[in-house]
């Protein structure tokens, strides 16, 4: 199929990357550069954590989250690129001013996780061992060992060298004026150009505004 992805932030980079293992022919529009932009991947801390996003998040997106953990080992070996995965887990501390969240996040973590080695209570000393600048200043700590990050930037800089091999069309620093399920229209020099598709996907997120 002919495909467009509206929008080349880490959802339509990631998705592309898919259509294109999957034979199809994929078209990417973007009102910033390839290598740049306001993209909210270009900031994000990069944190792969669905345990710690219990603190605020629903369940739904804990088990999202735990899919996406096991995917991104395959599309980073994939891109054959070092782009800062580590999966080494990571430590919840609290000052004693919070320590009523923390207690409160813990439980919650408690009632929604079924596996008790997916989280594990520090004393000092153990915190002491797996990070000793932190247990300068707290006395516990939460351990999520199965938790990972990744460098954003890298990751997006790979993704667009990996589609643009893969023979991606790009249509960087273009000004969508309409979509339809079948086309994208963008202005260019005064005008409005339509380019008909198969099938178009919106991935703009907070950039459809």
């Known amino acids: 199929m002919r495909l467009a992805l509206a929008g080349a932030g880490i959802m339509g980079r990631v998705l592309a990357f ?52 096991a995917l991104w080992p395959q599309l980073v070996a994939a891109l054959g690129e070092d782009v800062g995965f580590h999966q080494r887990g990571s430590l919840v ?26 989280r594990q209570l ?5 915190l002491a061992r ?4 932190l247990a300068e200043h707290f006395e516990r700590a939460l351990w999520l ?32 004026s309409a979509l339809t399920s079948t086309s994208v229209s963008i202005a260019e020099h005064g005008n409005t150009a339509h380019y008909p598709f198969d099938q178009v996907i919106d991935c703009r997120g907070l950039g459809a505004r």
């Open 18 to 69: 898919y259509l294109l293992q999957q034979g199809h022919r994929v078209s990417l529009f973007d009102r910033d550069p390839i290598e740049a932009g306001s993209a909210a991947a270009w900031t994000a801390a990069g944190m792969l954590a669905p345990w710690a996003e219990l603190e605020s998040a629903e369940q739904a997106v804990h088990t999202l989250g735990l899919r996406s953990l």
């Open 93 to 118: 501390v609290a000052h004693p001013g919070d320590r009523a969240e923390y207690q409160h996040f813990c439980q919650r973590l408690d009632a929604a996780v079924d596996n008790p080695a997916d």
């Open 122 to 126: 520090l004393d000092h000393a153990a």
């Open 130 to 133: 797996l990070e000793p600048a």
């Open 145 to 176: 060992p199965g938790e990972a990050w990744l460098d954003t930037r890298l990751v997006m800089a790979a993704l667009g060298r990996y589609l643009l091999a893969q023979g991606a069309e790009w249509h960087p620093g273009c000004r969508i």
